[in-house]
């Protein structure tokens, strides 16, 4: 091989070796690939590592269900129930208890009323009796009402289906608690028509009334 085929070979190499380079460079130009200065997703208290951040939204708040359930369909709620809970509750007056406890009669029933079922003790400690909106909470979310609770139901998320299945168990007793009347408060609390009827006070006369000033 003489010197000139070796200059030829010689320039060829540098001649790749230098486009190779340029290539390099201008695809740095192009596509920046630098490593981020910090984690795109931040793990742990949002708030205390960024002060100035906007605080979480708040978690949406349950529609109440106690002034649709005059004009609920009774049928839809009885048709979703037997898709959705006769597997596991029986609905009938004595019935067993099977993967879920009976629910005759659960409506104004205390939390843990089917005798002889083994509740958690998350959803048996609960207060008061299974009023309307109690219901409806459950209803919608068992896990976020009980955390803990040993029911896997996903939950109901159509508010109007919800007041259905509702209006269905409360027929599921010999006396059906009575309806909310209209405009009614749909506190979760026990509601008024749920509580005892006070007995009037006595009628206040000039023997027993109260003097202002002695």
């Known amino acids: 091989m003489n010197s000139l085929e070796l200059n030829k070979a010689f320039a060829a190499v540098l001649t790749a070796g230098i486009t190779f380079m340029l290539a390099g460079q201008v695809g740095k130009l192009l596509v920046h690939g630098e490593a981020p200065h910090e984690s795109a997703i931040k ?3 949002v ?4 002060p100035g951040a906007a605080p979480a939204a708040a978690a949406p708040a349950i529609e109440p269900v106690s002034g649709l359930l005059a004009n609920a369909n009774v049928e839809n709620g009885k048709t979703i129930v037997q898709r959705q809970c006769a597997a596991c509750h029986s609905l009938n007056e004595g019935g067993r ?13 205390p939390h ?6 083994n509740y958690s003790a998350v959803l048996k400690g609960k207060p008061g009796p299974w009023n309307y909106e109690e219901l409806n909470h459950w209803l919608y979310k068992p896990a976020s009402y009980a955390p803990g609770t040993r029911m896997a139901y996903p939950g109901l998320a159509n508010t109007q289906q919800r007041a259905d299945v509702i209006a269905y168990l409360r027929t599921l007793a010999a006396n059906p608690a009575p ?19 006070p007995r009037p006070a006595a009628p206040c006369s000039a023997a027993n009334a109260p003097s202002a000033i002695r």
């Open 43 to 45: 793990i742990g208290d």
């Open 47 to 50: 708030a205390a590592n960024n």
């Open 97 to 109: 208890n099977g993967v879920g406890p009976n629910l005759y009669g659960i409506v104004g029933a």
């Open 112 to 117: 843990g009323h089917a005798e002889g079922f």
């Open 179 to 197: 309806l909310p009347p209209a405009g009614a408060a749909t506190s979760r609390s026990p509601p008024c028509w749920a509580a005892p009827i």
